[in-house]
């Protein structure tokens, strides 16, 4: 009961990016009974769009780069701050993509939202703790994703600061607590 869904839509135009999807034959016949509803037909126009930007798949790979050139300095960035002033600490432990979007930040159990929610405090909005577990319920309170890509990397400098110290009042408060 495999399903891989793919898209181009981080990759090229927002909103109008090209879905596919990859599964077993007989998976594709049930989605094809399903999807026949749901749409009139392929969207012709914006598969000749992505066909004029990319030309090719060496044409994707080299946007891809330019993505990477962008995106490597920001995470880059967010993970020096994490090692110097969580690293070692035992208080959080988080991923080191090489490539996609996003960091997956582990706290101590039952943290995670108290740390969001104190980095708020401080003016830094991130997205919501749990927000990577189905209906955004993380069962230990622990996850925080971490989405380096929109601000500068001076502006994540600050914000990686003020998440980090966030993580160390938490802990520091529910570890007091026990």
């Keep these: 009961m495999v399903f891989k869904f793919i898209s181009t839509s981080k990759v090229s135009f927002p909103g109008s990016g090209i879905a596919a999807l990859a599964a077993s034959e007989a998976n594709l016949e049930d989605a094809k009974r399903y999807m026949q509803f749901q749409t009139i037909g392929h969207d ?3 598969q000749l769009r992505h066909v004029r930007f990319f030309h090719d798949m060496q044409g994707m790979y080299n946007h891809m780069r330019k993505h990477a050139d962008i995106l490597r300095p920001k995470f880059e960035k967010v993970q020096e701050v994490l090692e110097r002033e969580l690293g070692g600490l035992g208080i959080g432990s988080w991923t080191k993509p090489l490539g996609g979007y996003f960091i997956s930040f582990d706290s101590m159990e039952g943290c995670a939202k108290a740390i969001v929610a104190k980095a708020k405090e401080a003016g ?3 997205t919501s ?3 990577t577990y189905p209906y ?4 230990k309170d622990t996850n925080i994703r971490i989405a380096p890509s ?3 990397v001076e502006e994540l400098e600050v914000a990686a600061e003020i998440f980090v110290l966030s993580v160390k009042l938490v802990s520091v408060e529910k570890l007091l607590q026990a």
């Excluded at 955004?136 to 069962?139: M, N």
């Design 150 to 152: 929109f601000p500068t």
């Design 136 to 139: 955004g319920k993380d069962p």
């Design 44 to 46: 012709k126009l914006n």
């Design 124 to 126: 830094l909005v991130m």
């Design 129 to 131: 703790a749990g927000a």
